[in-house]
């Protein structure tokens, strides 16, 4: 298949966020995410399959009254891996609270973007509905190319 979605409920530490993250939420993603990898690369595999671990939005830099941490659309990091990625390679900075993005900020547009080109889809492309409305596959988004070898 040319794409697969995993989706992993359950990230919604608004209490707890530590107790939570460190008990249940992030050991089976430690557990699962190389072996996905390594088992990619020894079939051959990884520079053909793009793997990209992201969420909708990111976390308050600030921790709540309830030690958790809350909704934060202002700067949030996406991992990924395969498809052509440079290994080791950081695109973007927040600032020292991780609260605001401080240097090149990559828009949601533009990771559509980048998935799609990686994917050989034209992200330029513009689709129409049934009645001929235009509609863009990505709204002013780029692929963000530095991150591919």
Request: with cysteine.
């Amino acid at each position: 298949v040319r794409f697969v979605t995993v989706t992993d409920g359950g990230w919604d530490t608004h209490q707890n966020n530590f107790k939570s993250l460190k008990d249940s939420r992030l050991p089976p993603v430690d557990k699962a995410l190389p072996q996905l990898l390594a088992d990619l690369e020894d079939r051959g595999m990884l520079q053909k399959t793009l793997v990209v671990v992201t969420t909708e939005f990111g976390r308050t830099p600030k921790i709540n009254d309830l030690a958790g941490r809350d909704h934060w659309p202002n700067a949030f990091s996406i991992a990924m891996a395969g498809g052509g990625v440079r290994g080791g390679v950081v695109v973007g900075a927040t600032d020292k609270q991780a609260g605001e993005v401080a240097d090149r900020p990559i828009t949601p547009q533009d990771m559509c973007a980048t998935v799609l080109d990686r994917l050989g889809i034209d992200y330029t492309k513009v689709l129409h509905t049934p009645l001929g409305r235009p509609v863009p596959m990505v709204d002013d988004g780029h692929p963000v190319r530095e991150i591919f070898s």
